[in-house]
């Protein structure tokens, strides 16, 4: 019996029980919604209405929406940082399996309900007590979550040589790993400090963020 001509041999990754997904179409998927959610914060900031100005000059009016400003610059840092944390992570990967996928949607779930609470904190950062430590604490609440999603991907990403471009020491993976944990509990720390300051929390989700601008995948991409 004779083969067809055209049959095609699988590729080296399906061959050996690796799930043959392209990089490419999750990239493109993230990043859709990456800039979904980050275009999403400019909404929140409103110009004032002139017939509610009710005697207060318009730069009196501006200078009282700081905190939608305050809380707009953070989560555009902290939503533009994850983006290029992705693309970064993304470039560890020749290819991807489904339950990395997976990971990857958890993840975008965070990244997309971002603008919610950073509306909702804008406008009660300055309100009565109570009020203030609830609206900061979903705030905190939703940026732990994230910081887990992310390192669940990380761990996805890398949990398997076989995907990526070259298998990443174990020495290196814990490098970035400690680094990553670092911003955890940085996250955590933030969440008990949501029912002290919800300033303070704010501004201390601007320096994790500023944190993760360095290279947190350093050790794992300097071994390729």
Known sequence: MTHDATEKTPPPAAAAGVADFSTSRLEAFSDGVFAIAITLLVLDLNVPDPGGLD????????AHQWPAY??????FLVIGIIWINHHAMC???RRVDRPTLFANL???????????PTRLLATYLTARHADAHTAAAVYAATMVAMS???SL???SFTRDARTLHTPIPAEAKRAARR??????VCYLAALGLAFVSP???LATHAVVALYYCFDQLAPARSTR
Not at 109 to 115: E, K
Not at 179 to 184: A, C, D, H, K, S
């Open 55 to 62: 005697g207060q000059s318009l730069a009196s009016a501006l």
């Open 70 to 75: 305050f809380a707009y610059l953070v989560s």
């Open 91 to 93: 470039a560890l990967a």
């Open 106 to 116: 958890v993840l975008l779930l965070t990244v997309s309900v971002i603008p919610f």
């Open 148 to 150: 887990a999603a992310f």
């Open 153 to 155: 991907l990380f761990l």
């Open 179 to 184: 680094r990553f944990g670092i911003g955890g």
């Open 199 to 201: 300033v303070a929390m």
